[in-house]
Structure formats: C-alpha cells, structure tokens
C-alpha cells in the first residue's frame, strides 16, 4: 500500500510518513508489489533504487490445528454454511472479504464501501436471487453498517483455518473502493485470491486491476451483477480467464525466481 496517504491529515499519518521516510534512507533497495506503487513512491523518495515484484498467490493458509480458535473456528464455518443453505441454496452468493482497521468501529473504506452498492443489491431485479456474506475481522462495524438490509446476509469471522472455504460457499467477491491515494495504490492480491477461490469478481477499478480486465467486471456494477446472478457459465468462464492469467505470472514459483534474480 501508498502509506504516503496524501488524504489523511492526522498526527498518526504524519509519525508514520516520517518513520517510513526513515525506514526507506536505510535501505538499499525498495521493492514493491506493482508498477503503479513503485511510480507513486519514486515521487516521495526520488533517487532510490525501486524494483516491482509482485504478490504471490497464498495457494493454502496455514493453522495450528491443535488450539482452540481453530477448533472454535470450523465449528463457526459449519453453523455460518447451515444458515446460508436455509437462505436458499440456489441463490447467487456474494461475498466481500477484508479487514477493518482496529475491529471496534466504522472506518471509511473497506466494509463500509458496500454502502454504495445497497439500492442496486435491494433493487427488483437483485433482491430475490442473492445472499451476502461479509468475511472479516470487524463484526461491530458488520453489525453497525447492516442492520437494515434487508436482503439475507451473514458475517463469519476470517480464520485461516476455514477462509477459502468460506469463499468456496459463495460465488461472486464484491471488491468496491473508494478511490485514494492509499486505495489506488493497493496490489491485485485480493483478485488472486477471489479467482483461485473460484469466484467471479466485480470491481472498482485501480491500476493493478487493470490486467484482469478481460476476465472480470470493472466498474459496471450493475451490468456485472446481471452477468453473474443465476448465470453460473458466466462465472465459470470469467474464473477460469482469471486463472490462466494467475497460471502464468503469480504462481510462487514465478514471485520466487523474481526474488531470485
């Protein structure tokens, strides 16, 4: 991410600009994860050497076994598959993934980007057919943002133990996004891990978007949700158009001979 966020104006961005400023004047080399950032960050620290390596897809997510959240955590995942099964299982599942800052309340981006999307999700023509599933770490602001929506949706909370197979439940990742200097700036990671999930994605559209464009929707939020709602070929199609770009660059083989070179 651009953590020279030039739309934020507290002392807590200020301390961190400073400590990133100094972190960066004792390194020899930067790397970053797309060419967009590397062009961003070359601005705030001319001179210096940058090179762009891009994120791996994470093809499984590790969990000790034997502790309690991860027990705790299957059982969350079989009760959250229940009730979305009892929603109707032949409703179109839409899902959208992502953290929320400290957990405790309502940040501007992440989760509350949906808010723009509830008349279109509420409208005729969507309304009856879909389920939404928010998986994250901020159930408070879940509870706060959506308590009068009214088409079915669920919170689980993300656990490496059980999160591809939460995303494997559904069949659509909303990715919507306020555009900024810190959003624009963000790396494709959350598209790799939607289509190798074998979920269709629709968007707002930034840089590092841009080469899955012919595979995804960007920006037509309405007409993606009319490709994709009960159409499950359309799916399937865009998934695997996703995967072949995936299959050629961001497999850790290809991220590892970067590093390596």
Not at 36 to 51: A, C, F, H, M, Q
Not at 156 to 185: D, E, G, M, Q
């Amino acid at each position: 991410d651009n953590r020279f966020n030039d739309d934020e104006n507290s002392d807590e961005y200020r301390e961190s600009e400073q400590r990133m400023r100094k972190m960066f004047a004792l390194a020899d080399h930067i790397v970053t994860s797309h060419e967009y950032l590397k062009s961003t960050l070359s601005t705030y620290v001319p001179g210096r050497n940058i090179t762009c390596i891009e994120d791996a897809l994470e093809l499984e997510l590790s969990s000790d076994e034997t502790s309690l959240s991860h027990v705790k955590a299957h059982l969350l995942f079989e009760l959250y598959r229940a009730r979305l099964q009892g929603a109707g299982w032949n409703k179109t599942r839409l899902i959208w993934f992502g953290t929320n800052g400290d957990n405790k309340e309502i940040r501007s981006g992440g989760m509350t980007d949906l808010v723009k999307l509830k008349t279109l999700l509420h409208s005729p023509a969507f309304r009856d057919k879909i389920t939404l599933t928010i998986c994250s770490n901020g159930e408070k602001a879940y509870q706060d943002i959506f308590r009068d929506w009214k088409i079915p949706h669920f919170f689980i909370k993300w656990h490496p133990a059980t999160f591809y197979r939460v995303l494997r439940c559904n069949h659509v990742a909303l990715v919507p996004l306020t555009i900024n200097s810190l959003t624009i700036c963000k790396s494709n990671n959350r598209l790799l891990t939607a289509l190798h999930n074998d979920l269709a994605v629709i968007a707002d559209e930034i840089p590092s978007y841009k080469e899955f464009g012919q595979c995804i929707v960007l920006n037509e939020w309405e007409n993606g949700l009319s490709a994709f709602v009960d159409n499950a070929q359309n799916r399937k199609d865009s998934v695997a158009e996703g995967k072949k770009i995936i299959g050629r660059k961001y497999l850790p083989q290809h991220i590892a001979f970067k590093w390596e070179t």
